[in-house]
């Protein structure tokens, strides 16, 4: 991760903990970041140390969250493209 990127993520952690208190719902903290401006990789790193979760869980929750249809559209396409790319190059 660079630094930039770092030091974006280390301000939200320390944004949602002053804001959220130190056990906020997963519900509030999304809607906390999305309101913030923080989305994506950045967002799911931030879920990670504020709620103290792995990957999986906080991956679940940014994705699962109602405010995060266009990424998971997004990915999910992303997805669909790529394994359509694969199944081409398969068959050349």
């Given at each position: 991760?660079?630094?930039?990127?770092?030091?974006?993520?280390d301000?939200?952690?320390?944004?949602?903990?002053?804001?959220?208190?130190?056990?906020?719902?997963?519900?509030?903290?999304?809607?906390?970041?999305?309101?913030?401006?923080?989305?994506?990789?950045?967002?799911?790193?931030?879920?990670?140390?504020?709620?103290?979760?792995?990957?999986?869980?906080?991956?679940?929750?940014?994705?699962?969250?109602?405010?995060?249809?266009?990424?998971?559209?997004?990915?999910?396409?992303?997805?669909?493209?790529?394994?359509?790319?694969?199944?081409?190059?398969?068959?050349?």
């Amino acid at each position: 991760m660079d630094a930039a990127r770092s030091a974006r993520v280390d301000a939200a952690v320390r944004t949602a903990e002053v804001e959220l208190g130190p056990s906020p719902e997963m519900s509030v903290l999304q809607r906390d970041l999305f309101d913030a401006g923080v989305h994506g990789a950045d967002a799911v790193m931030v879920t990670m140390r504020v709620m103290g979760v792995g990957l999986a869980e906080a991956n679940e929750a940014f994705f699962g969250s109602p405010l995060r249809a266009a990424e998971r559209d997004f990915q999910n396409w992303f997805i669909d493209a790529l394994a359509s790319a694969a199944e081409t190059d398969e068959r050349q």
